[in-house]
């Protein structure tokens, strides 16, 4: 049986992906997965080795063959996106306009357009020294990051059987758009970065109430917790209230700082008992999943 946990955060910023690393390495042996598609950095930190790449397809986009092309300017007049323009020199499609609608195709009498796939992005399957990494690549202006984040998951799931581990430990996206909901549906447990700021307490309320609505159990790390005493306490009374355990609260750490420069993870600065209070939190998350039910090696 494999368990999932999924590290998401309702705003960017809060140390979603530094915790995810920290847990990577506190777990000792799991499939990674970094399904923040449109930003992904998990990388930086866990530096894995490239092993397979695979092109990403995220729907189609329309090509223009000239020697076909009669100058009849129907599928400029049918385009709604602007990507099909006259010019002196004949008609001129703008491949970052076209949004892949097939309407000019369809019009076209002379069969001088025709839909192909269009390349979105890559994904990876690589090898860090914790386990497989799933990453991915999407292409500045591509969208369908929600199915990008599903192929990721789905690989991840087959990696699993073929290496006989029980824990995919994904790193989300932020928000609550598509890609959340692919990333979040259907997983084990949810762990929510947030911090004590008003936009943090905001988007805490929103990512909370999407777990929610999905039936996802869910457990919340305060991060930068001294930050601000009177909202970090807003968040444990919200906690508490909803019923949601609380992992740990990591104080703000100049440290933090450095050590992520350096490559180093957040149970790795021992200053201002931040590695204890990472520590903390991933044992607190075993025992929310059920620590054993999975295979892993707990080293701090």
Aim: one cysteine or more; a neutral charge; proline letters at 4%.
């Amino acid at each position: 049986m494999t368990t999932e946990i999924t590290i998401v955060s309702g705003k960017g910023g809060t140390g979603k992906t530094s915790v995810a690393a920290a847990f990577a390495k506190l777990a000792g042996r799991a499939v990674i997965c970094d399904l923040d598609v449109d930003a992904a950095d998990l990388h930086i930190l866990l530096q894995p080795e490239i092993l397979e790449t695979t092109a990403f397809g995220g729907g189609k986009i329309a090509v223009l063959e000239q020697s076909k092309c009669k100058q009849c300017v129907l599928c400029e007049r049918y385009c709604r996106f602007g990507a099909i323009t006259k010019t002196k020199k004949g008609v001129k499609l703008d491949p970052i306009r076209c949004e892949g609608c097939g309407v000019c195709a369809h019009f076209c009498p002379f069969g001088a357009m025709t839909m192909c796939p269009r390349k979105s992005g890559q994904w990876f399957r690589s090898r860090t020294d914790f386990g497989t990494m799933l990453h991915a690549e999407l292409y500045p202006g591509e969208e369908n990051s929600g199915l990008l984040v599903t192929r990721l998951r789905e690989e991840a799931q087959e990696a699993c059987k073929e290496e006989e581990c029980g824990l995919i430990l994904s790193d989300g996206p932020p928000g609550i758009g598509c890609p959340v909901i692919s990333a979040i549906t259907g997983t084990g447990f949810v762990v929510i970065v947030t911090e004590p700021t008003v936009s943090g307490v905001h988007d805490f309320r929103r990512i909370a109430d999407l777990c929610e609505h999905f039936g996802r159990p869910l457990g919340v790390l305060l991060n930068k917790a001294d930050l601000n005493s009177v909202l970090a306490d807003e968040i444990d009374a919200l906690c508490e209230k909803r019923r949601y355990p609380v992992l740990a609260h990591i104080p703000y750490e100049p440290a933090i700082v450095r050590a992520l420069v350096e490559g180093r993870t957040l149970n790795q600065v021992r200053e201002n008992g931040v590695a204890d209070a990472v520590g903390q939190a991933w044992r607190r998350v075993l025992s929310q999943i059920g620590h054993k039910k999975i295979k892993t090696k707990m080293k701090e």
